[in-house]
């Protein structure tokens, strides 16, 4: 329970860091680059001797890393963006909804089917969609909200992370299916952060070569101190499914519940972040789905205990 706890903890504190960014005028691209170095170390540090590049050059999963680092730090813009033009409830329930997506390619392409899927399993995909448009939608009584805000970028950025959010995870099934062993996955996943952590240097150096845009301290420090949660979120979700028999279907779902909650409850303390009841509807049905789409190994979890 102490490493569930842990695991939910990094990720709400995750997105809150984004909206404290923009408290403290931190530039945020910076900032996610800084985070996916300080991954990347970290994740080498835990290696002795750290391999050698011309062998994981030479592995079958190399090629899906870059993909993945690719997605990892574009999709990671997309949830620091939203968590501050939206909120960082929006932010939390399309990130953690996403799930539906890997569930789906797991049923149509790599044909895991673990469990016989009900109608009810189906219904919950179909409410995890209405829950990203009903928390992302701007609360009308909220005074502090931005009157000129589009509605439909209220909406476009929720869905944008629901999307490339669900194909990373998908993409990590996917390669952990045919291509990883055991043994590999720390090795896949440092280089998959030390892709974005390349990818987002070299964006940097082209905005600082041709548009001036230099590196700052504040973009250091903000960098670090999400870079460590980052990481040991990861951490903790591994040591959370060892503790829990590696029982995924029934671990998922109360993780990411238990993110939405705490990260609304923690908005609303820290920022003032008021939901509307259609937000708050969004946050149930959030819930709801995540419920529908495991109730069966839920249920059994219980009943064995």
């Known amino acids: 329970m102490i490493y569930l706890l842990a695991c939910v903890s990094c990720t709400v504190f995750l997105i809150l860091t984004f909206k404290f960014y923009e408290i403290f005028r931190v530039p945020t691209f910076p900032a996610i680059v800084v985070n996916y170095i300080t991954c990347t170390v970290v994740g080498f540090l835990q290696f002795s001797p750290v391999p050698a590049l011309n062998q ?3 592995t079958k999963w190399f090629s899906f890393a870059l993909l ?4 990892f730090i574009f999709t990671f813009y997309l949830i620091a963006i939203t968590a501050q033009r939206v909120g960082v409830t929006a932010a939390s329930v399309a990130s953690k909804i996403s799930l539906v ?3 789906l390619v797991s049923l149509l392409v790599l044909q895991n089917n673990l469990k016989n899927y009900s109608w009810l399993n189906y219904l919950g995909m179909g409410v995890a969609l209405i829950a990203i448009m009903l928390s992302s939608l701007p609360a009308r009584s909220n005074a502090e ?6 509605a439909l970028a209220s909406l476009a950025l929720p869905l944008l992370i629901f999307f490339f959010s669900g194909i990373g995870d998908a993409l990590i099934n996917y390669t952990n299916h045919y291509y990883l062993t055991s043994a590999e996955a720390g090795v896949f996943t440092t280089f998959s952060f030390a892709t974005s952590a390349t990818l987002g240097t070299l964006i940097l150096l082209y905005q600082a070569i041709f548009k001036r845009n230099l590196f700052n301290f504040r973009s250091l420090v903000g960098g670090v101190v999400l870079g460590i949660p980052n990481y040991f979120s990861i951490y903790f979700l591994l040591k959370s499914l060892s503790a829990f028999n590696n029982d995924g279907a029934f671990l998922y779902p109360v993780i990411n519940i238990c993110i939405i909650l705490l990260g609304m409850v923690a908005a609303y303390i820290l920022f003032k972040e008021r939901l509307s009841r259609v937000n708050l ?3 149930a049905a959030a819930v709801l789905a995540l419920v529908l789409l495991s ?3 839920i249920s059994e979890y219980l009943t064995t205990k």
């Open 145 to 150: 909200a931005d009157a000129t805000k589009p």
């Open 68 to 71: 993945l680092g690719s997605l």
């Open 101 to 103: 997506i890997p569930v």
């Open 295 to 297: 109730y069966q190994e």
């Open 56 to 58: 994981v050059l030479e």
């Open 281 to 283: 509807a969004g946050v």
